[in-house]
């Protein structure tokens, strides 16, 4: 049992920065551990993009937002980002060029993602905290904000991302040609078939009210 008595001011970057001194006043067992709930911060952001889901990668790091140099950034990185965001499946990785340069220092060169971890800071990393000059261009995803759901990658129900909640479509306002458009924004080929709430479990999401509109 930690015996110090723990006396943070609230804006150390880490509890063994506290100051601490002996504890006379109480007597611990371990029926007095101390537990904690932490608000989940979002430590990955996508900023310049034409949507929440496409954009420029900042990631938090020291309490400071920065970017990722796109040095190897590739589909696997930008697979990561995308979970992370719960944007769906990614559909490019990008740099600069293409979606504008980010702010705050470089703090994570040349990525290394499988493409099945949970977040970007799971990812092995050459430099991370690097603080360095890019040689190339900051990183950039765009994710496809669409998701197939009780299959496979390539197969399932479909939930389409609106407002930041997934809602299911309505399979009486959806064919063929919106099944097209689909399929290949998450590069998984030609529609084999359009099927109905029969074929997967039925969601539990809000259902999309609009008509399906073919997005070119």
Not at 17 to 24: D, G, L, N, V, Y
Not at 181 to 193: K, S, Y
Request: one cysteine or more.
């Amino acid at each position: 049992m930690w015996t110090q008595e723990i006396q943070c001011r609230g804006n150390e970057s880490q509890i063994h920065f506290c100051p601490t001194s002996p504890s006379h006043k109480h007597s611990c067992s371990h029926d007095n551990d101390v537990g904690l709930v932490c608000t989940e911060m979002i430590n990955v952001r996508l900023v310049n993009g034409n949507s929440p889901c496409s954009g420029t990668v900042e990631v938090l790091h020291r309490g400071q937002w920065g970017t990722v140099c796109d040095d190897g950034w590739d589909l696997a990185d930008a697979a990561v980002v995308c979970r992370e965001l719960d944007c769906g499946e990614p559909v490019d990785a990008l740099s600069d060029a293409q979606v504008g340069l980010g702010s705050g220092p470089v703090w994570m060169n040349n990525a290394m993602c499988a493409g099945s971890e949970s977040t970007l800071k799971k990812c092995g990393s050459v430099i991370w905290g690097f603080q360095g000059v890019c040689q190339s261009k900051s990183a950039g995803v765009i994710c496809s904000g669409v998701r197939l759901v009780g299959g496979s990658r390539c197969s399932g129900r479909l939930e389409i991302l609106h407002d930041q909640t997934w809602m299911s479509v309505c399979d009486a306002v959806f064919d063929q040609q919106d099944a097209e458009v689909v399929c290949r924004e998450l590069d998984c080929g030609a529609p084999v078939q359009v099927l109905g709430a029969a074929a997967f479990d039925k969601g539990d999401t809000q259902m999309w009210t609009r008509d399906s509109v073919q997005r070119k």
